[in-house]
């Protein structure tokens, strides 16, 4: 009990502290703009910790694992209506199947054999999920991504030639790091694809985690992916 309730508390504060950054990057722009969409990420939790926020009425979710996925949202679906559950970790193409069964989002497509494969399941399955290319934004060796300047060409080649719905970009910026200089990289390579193709002015940006998701909201992030911050620091 005490835990869940912690839980419960600490999203408050996540809430209160994104409507308060975002209301900074409104006053900057002339656009109405909403706070992000806050994801919580909830890998490595039970879903004896999830159903709390479930119960408060949060309906987004992260996972960076299919497998663990698939362990515990089947169950939790049939208990709560309309969750919307993001894939934000790295997706190994024999996993796209079930991958495109189980999410309504995924934000890490870095790679053409992927976007084909991701699409074909998508065809089979009638489920033509949102998708987000990633973007190795600090052009870090061990991280996934498409390099930003090998962006434009992936997203014409995943909208024109393979037919993904592409409807973002996601990145996760070097540690130990100012990420301010990577949010506003994203920025630019956002407006250079929507350059592209006059019909997707409105690519979102998901970018912010625990530890720098208000600066993200203050930059234009569309979606913030926030764990440890709610749940607590994960084992
Ligand atoms: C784990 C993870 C997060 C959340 O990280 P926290 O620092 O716990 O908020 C966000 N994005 C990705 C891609 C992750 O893997």
Redesign the pocket.
Known sequence: MQRDAHVVSHYHDVIERLRAASEQYDTLESTSYAPPELIA?S?THPADTIRPLLEAGHRAF?E?RVQEAAEKWPALREDFPHIELHL??PLQTNKAKDAVALFDVIHTVDREKLARILHKEMEKQHRHLPCLIQVNIGEEEQKAGVAPNALRDFYALCIKDIGLKITGLMC?PPADENPAPYFALMQELKEQCCHLTPETRNLKLSMG???DFELAAAMGADYV?????IFGT?Q
């Open positions: 990420v890998k992260g960076n934000i970790g996760i985690m625990s530890g992916r926030v764990g440890s911050a994960r």
